[in-house]
């Protein structure tokens, strides 16, 4: 995700790198609004009380282990928009050129990599190999992430480009699905780090001032949040030690650069050495030509040569001013500096460091001039900055995986273990980032495609041999366990779908670099993505994400059973007072028809039938009941293929039976009635009778004799389940592409009788 400023110039050919300087920019005065963001709850279908057990037979908490929900407790997820963004060639499948040619891996002119640059895929996701504008996959999206408890998924424009063509797709799809009354995450942006004024612009001017599907927009601190940096917002002379002189500041002395402005400014900006110094920070002050203080700041902490803007609540006219830097507290400070020529000092130092409107009229150390101009620079006044840092909460994020927070409000995007704690201005512990892998490489940033990076199975401080590896989510866990014992107030999950990484060669800037290398992604090991892909490690990612999102943030207690005498008759009146009610996300069936990556790609998938929404149970001594009602008016017939099932774990054992069902309720092949089947482990029917089902409009009751069942001397406690369209036969992975699942993916409700 972090990338190399000659990507600027490869941007057409998707030069996807990595770079680990940092800048840390000290805040003068924010201006934001401290109000709390609103509690935080599940969505409408209430997917913390599912249950679900992962392909690994990892269980998901439950209330009685991780108890009642946390107010205030927040996930965000690293997303990716460039999908498609990026040319049509491929695509190309990392892990099975590996598998099929382990000879590429060292090769960089074997004919399987496609052009030097271009996007390639690690692996294939569970919806194969889609692309941003896909309305299918973004409800799924929605769905999914919506079902984990992730409040809010902040977009990678990292780039200098913000994918328009992709995120407006998604805010309507993302709006469409609140509206029907489903949670689904919020959304943010993860601007360029040390360049974020373009970006931000664009969205200010293409999204946020117009009001854009603002009902998705994530609020923190009662504003809109922006992961980018305030003080490089209108930022536009660049500073740099280049050619300079460090000139050290001591206890009780004070650096002066007086100058003129044609132009009226609200910043400055400086650069300062430390010498490497950690504890290093600065009294600032702004002095009009009088000598009264205009704006003070003190003990700014300061990063070795790291510019600083010092931002003004107001601008300043035309005129005179001087800024002066005194050393506060420990730590060794100095302010960089370009000698002058003899002579004119205002002709020569405007030669030696030329601001485009500033005259320069002196620099001074305890009151003496001297032959040289300290670096700074201003910004001008800019009304639509204005308007912007009034408008977000800005967060700004640090992209270096090492050295933790180097300023007040920043986040973490992605770090190594022990990740660092990030607090906000007012001292407050705030935020941590938790990430599935890594690309470091002994101990400093490299390329994921090196063998010493740090994979899915890394942890304990070493990646651990190949034959070692295993898709149980060591790093991810250890990563997450350090976050929750630490507890703050919103983790930042790196990644959902990021997919693709640019090829580049032995010559990539990054450490550890290989002679077909790739930075971010490389393959199954050595990715970061929780999104469930095809084959492979499936969705254990997926629900390791879930897991650890309930044991942050609690889940909500199930309602309490009540039962009620039903008549299976098609008056569905006598279900009114059953609880609980067990939902499912509204508008959810598959319906599928958008190009693919690639030139001759498409997917069409029209297994979306029926939208279930809503089901119950009830009992009496002879018989369990069910109930399922669907969006709109019931489609279809029992003789149709895959139409509404019913899956039943009568032992409550998810280890036991055909994907943990003992049943299935289904339509029988030659037959309008629906038939109770007996599942063997394999999956084939062992034997079947005839059940009591009525339908009508858009809802269907059934009874199930207890006896059938084997718990008519027990009180009723069991899983289950309901699908349409889907081939319950199939893999898995048909619950979360095809039909209609309730609930979705692998989850099945649990009913425990009173």
Known sequence: MQRHNAHRRLLASLAFVTIGITLTIATFASGQEKSQTKINSWNPAQSDRWVATDNLGRSLPTFDEVGAIRPNKYVACFYFLWNGRHGDAGPYNISKILSEHPEAKDDPDSPYWGKMYEPHHWAESVFGYYVGEDESVLRKHAQMLGDAGVDVICFDVTNQLTYPESYRPLFKVFSEMQKEGNKVPKVAFLCPFWAPDKVVRELWRDCYSQD?????????KGKPLILADPDLIGQKSALSSSNCVPVEVGANEVLTQRFSTEVPFDCVNVILPTWTDANSSVNFSLLNEEGEVLQKSEKIHVSDNAPIAFSFPQSYPKGVYSVEIRKADVGRLGWWSKPVEEGSYKKSALKAHPVKNVTWLEALKNGKKQNSVF????????????????????????????????????????????QHEFYNDQGELEEMGVGVAQNAVEGKLGVLSNPKSYGRSYHNGAEPDPSECDYTGKNFQEQWDRALSVDPEIIFVTGWNEWIAG??????????????????????????????????????????????????K????????????????????????????????????VRRDCRGWGKDMHYVNASGRNDIVESRVSFDDENVFFYVKMKETIKGTPRDSDWLTLLIDIDDNPNSGYKGAEYTVSASVDKSELTLALLTAEGSKDSSREIACKFKGSELELAVPRATLNCEKTVPTFRFKWTDGVDVFGDWAAFTTDGDAAPNDRYFYRYEAP
């Open 212 to 220: 854009f599907y603002k009902d998705v927009w994530f609020y923190w």
């Open 375 to 418: 670096m700074m620079s201003i910004g001008v006044e800019d009304k639509e900055r204005s308007e912007i840092l009034d408008f977000f909460t800005f967060r700004p994020s640090q992209p270096d995986y090492f050295k933790g927070p180097t300023k007040p409000n920043q986040w973490s995007w992605l770090e190594v273990y022990p």
């Open 503 to 552: 090829r580049f060669d032995i010559n990539a800037p990054f450490h550890g670099a290989t002679p077909v290398s790739f930075v971010d992604q490389f393959n199954e090991e050595f990715s970061r993505d929780c999104e469930p892909m095809k084959g492979g490690h499936e969705d254990a990612y997926y629900y390791q994400l879930i897991s650890n999102i309930r044991r942050f």
């Open 554 to 589: 609690g889940v909500s207690k199930q309602t309490a059973a009540r039962t009620q005498k039903i008549t299976v008759d098609g008056d569905f009146t006598d279900w009114s007072k059953v609880e609980p009610v067990f939902y499912d996300t509204i508008s959810d069936q």
